[in-house]
């Protein structure tokens, strides 16, 4: 199979790449005692892409295809060729880095359906013993994984897994004034399969009793003073702000259809204590928690600095846009399914950790408030964001006071991060986040505890 490959990508005469892929999907759900979601597929198929004079053909096929490489590779080159001469751009040849070559330490494990209901339903057994008095409980277990081969025309080879499972678990109670009140979280390690990181359910007791320790707080929780106010903003929701605020904006195909970030290399856009990161496979000296270390395209991943001291440094690009730009390509270019083709997308986003205790900075403040978890979140290619904020407290006289109920937060990143003075020292990582751009994207994002102005929403 290789050296058919080979011989079919050499015959090309074009920059073109070939990329086989499998993806296996599990998941379960219990919902209160009941298993309601029991899901695994599987699918697999094969892809080309051949670049000529500016413009991409792409073709693929299902299955796992021996003898029709070739014919896909030709399917490819044939649309590349239509397209040019039809819209010709007449930008020459791709400029292409060294060719990589990549190949995966583990083989792929799979993960058994009934390991994966049983940790459910033992999940679900602890909560419902333990908290008789709520109104519902869900447990969901996601065990996903990516296998991708890839070759390219210039002899690049890669071969790489992405394994990723987690857990989430949903409570609900009734305050007294008859609302529903709402909290879950995601318990994890990131890249890995379920049987790496879930062996003994009762692992999991002590931080879903800290989940319901919470719920009960918000419970009698608040709402906030709407407005303008100093904010704490905690490591889940500076996450979101560095991947959907920022990092969109800066994803350099985003970037040419005139995003914020456009003609802004060189200008502050953020407080000198605010750097920013795409990271590629190693963040903070550790391994990141999805780490990529070839792309869709062939070209072996670097990190790509963003902001660097509240300055912008660059963007996420592509071959093209790397080579429209006059940059050095850090592999931002990803596809989600076999059938679909690489975009600009981000891989692990982070704000860098600053010098300050967490406790130091909630003393810091008057009054205020601490946001710790967010749910979902919006933003445009302006950099204006609006987040849901489902847990958080009062900061009163430099001490945490009562619960909140839900709210949101909004405003224009570029403007939020010029009024950051202070950032914890530690980075906490959301790893079960999906990007949603034009295709789904398994992305990492996160970051220290922000102390920065910001709008909230009341009641």
Known sequence: MNDMIKAALASCGSHAEIRRQTTVKRRVGVLSGSLVTNISTKSAGACARVYRNGVWGFASIGGAPDDGIGAILRSADENALLLDSRRPKNKGPLSCPAPARFEAPAPFKETRQKDMIDFAMALDSYIGKTYPGLTSRSVGITANCMEKELYTSGGGFAHQLFPRAYVIVALSTEAADGENIELFDVFGGGEGYFEDYYRDPAALYEKIDR???????????????????????????????????????????????????????????????????????????????????????????????????????????????????????????????????????????????????????????????????????????????MFGVTMGYEIVNGKLGRALRDTTISGVAFDMLKTVDMLSDTVTWDFAGYCGK???MPVAMGGPALRCKVNIGGR
């Not at 407005?227 to 920022?246: F, L, N, P, R």
């Not at 850090?330 to 083709?341: L, Q, T």
């Open 211 to 385: 989940l319901y320790a919470e719920l009960t707080a918000k419970r009698e929780g608040v709402f906030p003073e709407a407005g303008e106010q100093t904010c704490i903003i905690d490591a889940a929701i500076s996450g979101m702000v560095a991947h959907e605020a920022v990092g969109h904006t800066a994803e350099a195909d985003l970037v040419l259809a005139g995003s914020v970030a456009a003609g802004a290399i060189g200008k502050t856009v953020a407080s000198p204590l605010v750097s920013l990161t795409d990271f590629a496979h190693t963040a903070f000296g550790e391994k990141a928690p999805l780490p990529v270390w070839v792309d869709d395209e062939g070209t072996v991943c670097e990190d790509a600095a963003i902001i660097k001291n509240g300055v912008l440094t660059g963007y996420m690009n592509n071959l093209e846009s790397a080579q429209y730009f006059g940059v050095k390509p850090c592999g931002n270019a990803r596809a989600y399914a076999f059938s679909d083709e690489p975009l600009v997308r981000m891989r692990n986003t982070a704000i860098h950790p600053g010098k300050d205790k967490l406790a130091d900075m909630i003393a810091s403040v008057d009054r205020g408030y601490y946001l710790t978890k967010t749910q979902n979140g919006q933003a445009d290619t302006t950099g204006e964001f």
């Open 438 to 440: 034009k295709q789904p």
